[in-house]
């Protein structure tokens, strides 16, 4: 890890052995439009992971325990619930999930912009940095509205609460709702399903206005297609499908781009 680093503007990303092989990918289409300084957040990387992180970028060790609650430690019908609302295996995607809120902390950027791995980027973003200037100091995308209702419909939201998601996420270091964030990740991880309706209802209890990103920056393309997106979000399994296609497409070519070298 470099120590005593500070940058106003820069990006980062984490990753595990279970999904190092998307850097390649993303880092492409990253560099392809911009030139921000990225953080690379271990999880729990292989060590050719490690030395491809730190010949692009800041590389940081993520040594935070959060603990996150089992199936065993969870109100039945929250565990009853959860299980409804997802094809996935939750209790070990969980233990994951939680661990965002932490790396959130790690950042050596005055203003930073968080993307999930699987985000494909599409356009520079230096102007996604200006909307975090604002009281609550963060911005992020609303879940769609089909999305919303369903969670609606689970329990998961209140009636007026609104979801964000929080594969992309652009704040100011000192943020109070990212402070709480963090904080809560250890102590409520219990009672929410993941890190983003935490995230969630800290904006619903806070009440400090906050510009919501455009959809521009997080679309999740499994809605289709947009040539104004900035930001393809390849969210879920099927998304991770549509990226695998790509990089088994480009390294079907003469040269390489999507192996650690």
């Keep these: 890890m470099q120590k005593n680093l500070s940058y106003e503007k820069g990006v980062i990303v984490a990753t595990d052995a279970t999904t190092e092989w998307i850097l390649p990918f993303w880092w492409l289409n990253y560099s392809l439009w911009n030139d921000f300084p ?24 993520h040594k935070e325990k959060v603990h996150v609650k089992g199936k065993e430690e969870v109100d039945p019908s929250l565990v009853k619930t959860w299980s409804k609302l997802s094809r996935y295996p939750i209790w070990e995607i969980r233990k994951e999930w939680f661990k965002k809120p932490s790396a959130f902390l790690h950042s050596p950027f005055e203003k930073t912009l968080w993307l999930d791995l699987d985000c494909e980027v599409r356009s520079n973003l230096d102007e996604i940095f200006s909307f975090c200037d604002n009281e ?8 769609r509205p089909e999305g919303e209702k369903r969670l609606k419909r689970f329990g998961i939201l209140l009636p007026d609460e609104n979801n964000y998601n929080s594969g992309v996420v652009v704040f100011h270091k000192n943020s109070k709702i990212i402070a709480s964030y963090a904080k809560r990740a250890h102590t409520d991880n219990h009672l929410f399903f993941g890190d983003e309706n935490l995230l969630s209802r800290i904006l619903y209890e806070e009440k400090l206005p906050f510009i919501e990103l455009p959809q521009i920056y997080n679309f999740i393309p499994i809605y289709g297609d947009d040539a104004e997106a900035k930001i393809y979000h390849w969210s879920g399994l099927w998304g991770k499908v549509e990226i695998l296609k790509v990089i088994m497409s480009l390294n079907s070519l003469p040269f390489k781009l999507f192996n650690f070298q």
């Design 136 to 143: 609550a100091q963060i911005s992020i995308a609303r879940t």
């Design 38 to 61: 990225v953080a690379f957040i271990d999880f729990g990387m292989t060590e050719k992971a490690i030395q491809w992180c730190k010949e692009r970028g800041i590389y940081i060790l």
